[in-house]
Each structure stands twice: as C-alpha cells, then as structure tokens.
C-alpha cells in the first residue's frame, strides 16, 4: 500500500514540475503578454471591444477572462458562451461556423478577437479569423497548444503557444497567461 501511495506522489510531484516549467514563461511571452496588454489598454482608451472565443474547457477561460476584464480591469470585454446562441447558430449554419456568424453581428472594426483553441485546429476558430479579417478587427490573438505551427496561430496577428500535448497543461497555462493580463491592467490603475 505503502509503494502506491508513494508512486502516486512521484506521478503527481512530476505532472505539477512539468505544469509549472510551462507556466512560466520566457522573454518572448513576456514580450506577447505585454503586448497584448497594451493593445487592450487602447482598445479601452478607443472604446472599442475585446471578444473571446473558446471551445469547451477553453470557452470556461474566454467566460473567466473576459468577466475579470469588464469588472475588474474595466475593459469591454465579451464573450458569447450562451447555449441558445452557439445552438442557433450552429443549427443553421454548423458548428464549424457560428463563431464566425457571432463575429458578423457582434464585430467592429477597431475591436480585438482572442481565441482560445488547445490544438489550434479547430474548424469555427479557424473560420473566426476569416470572418474577422473581413471585418478588419484590429487584431487577432490566438492561445494554442500541441504544435507550433498548427493552422490556428498561422492566421493570428500575434499568437501565444504552450509546448505541450496535455490539454490541461496547455488550458492552465492559457488560463494563467490570461488572467495575468487583467491583474498587469488593474495594477496599473493602482500606480
């Protein structure tokens, strides 16, 4: 019993280092999460809008990260986890594209689109950065995971990438990347 219980803590002491070494960034999303930052910063100061895409576990992050930024950074911020809007949509025009119906009605032109996609392959969100170029948002920032070049951050304007194969490893982190943007803007209210 002793040398389960024991192997079990090795699992779990190895699964928390590997998830740590990725939530610590390097320089270059140091450099990415500043950035966003500041574009976000003057989409307040433009009175324009962020909008926040995810799937599943991702579309919990978008509803997390987009609530903090309206209440506590005072951002407009949206995101469009409503059942009978993503059945709607998806019903009368696929799954595969009712991000990008959402992103026809809801989006302006100076607005920011964030999305949030563990693979980086799926379908609505690549179809979201079309319907967004078309509509000439300000920017496109993607979250993504497992490969690097994968089609999600091929179409975004500035893409944040975790290096792992672990969807819970990857939505942590992207979660965690997130949330920092909103404390950096409330901190700078502070000073």
């Known amino acids: 019993m002793y ?17 740590s070494s990725k939530i610590i960034p390097n320089k270059e999303i140091f450099d990415k999460i500043l950035k966003i930052k500041k574009l976000i910063m003057m989409s307040k100061k433009n009175k ?3 909008l926040v895409f995810g799937n599943g576990g991702s579309a919990a992050i978008a509803s997390h990260f987009s609530v903090d930024l309206t209440k506590n950074a005072k951002v407009s911020a949206m995101n469009f986890n409503e059942a ?19 992103i026809e009605h809801y989006a302006d032109k100076n607005d920011i689109l964030i999305l ?38 091929k179409l975004g304007d500035l893409n944040l990438w975790v290096d792992s194969n672990i969807y819970n490893h990857i939505e942590n982190t992207h979660q965690t990347w997130l949330l920092s943007i909103c404390d950096l803007i409330k901190l700078n209210k502070v000073r």
């Open 84 to 102: 009978d809007l993503i059945t709607c949509f998806a019903n009368d025009y696929g799954f595969e594209n009712w991000i990008s119906k959402t």
């Open 48 to 50: 324009s809008k962020i």
């Open 3 to 19: 040398k389960i219980y024991m192997s079990e803590i090795k699992r779990l002491e190895n699964y928390l280092k590997v998830l």
């Open 116 to 153: 949030i996609s563990s693979s980086g392959r799926s379908k609505n969100m690549i179809n979201a950065c079309k319907a967004a170029k078309k509509k000439r948002v300000l920017k496109i920032i993607t979250f993504t995971g497992n490969k690097k070049n994968n089609p999600l951050s």
